[in-house]
């Protein structure tokens, strides 16, 4: 529970029997649990800087989708962009010709940051290959610069 009455303080009411052993837990997930953090996140939501920090990260996200989206179909023309335009990731399919796998091999080797959706299932299916490309941390010079790799990647794959 949350409030400002308590110092801004996170609460965690529990039956006395269970206390010794959630706070044995809750030392064992997070090695207790800092004041400094908790005031500083306390500040951050009561001045309205987190809805400005959204807004300010949302607008420099969809930059970054933005490049990544006019960067694959410049290099990569036969690829499609799936989902819808938020987030911090891109589901790229690619044609059935190509070998999911042997693209997350060969981007391996070459040291490229990629997932594959086949990475996710639990059981084989046949789909069209898809590759998940993480935005989130990358300048919008490097999302190009790394999309012209990933096309050399794909190509040799």
């Known amino acids: 529970r949350f409030s400002a009455q308590n110092g801004g303080f996170m609460r965690l009411v529990v039956p006395r029997h269970l206390q010794s052993a959630v706070q044995a837990e809750q ?12 005031h500083a996140l306390a500040w951050f939501l009561a001045n309205g800087e ?15 989708r933005d490049t990544l989206v006019r960067a694959l179909a410049a290099e990569i023309p036969e690829a499609t962009v799936h989902g819808i335009a938020a ?14 796998r042997a693209i997350s091999e060969e981007a391996r080797r ?20 898809t590759i998940l490309l993480g935005y989130a941390r990358c300048a919008e ?4 610069a790394g999309v012209r790799d990933l096309a050399r990647v794909i190509r040799r794959a």
């Open 27 to 38: 030392i064992v997930a997070d090695f207790g649990v800092s004041r400094i953090e908790q």
């Open 50 to 64: 987190l809805d400005r920090h959204l807004r300010r990260m949302r607008a420099r996200y969809r930059a970054r």
């Open 87 to 100: 987030g911090l990731h891109a589901t790229v399919r690619l044609p059935e010709r190509y070998d999911e």
């Open 110 to 129: 070459q040291g490229i940051a990629i997932g594959v959706l086949g990475d996710y299932r639990i059981r084989p299916r046949r789909t069209l290959p």
């Open 141 to 144: 010079p490097t999302i190009e």
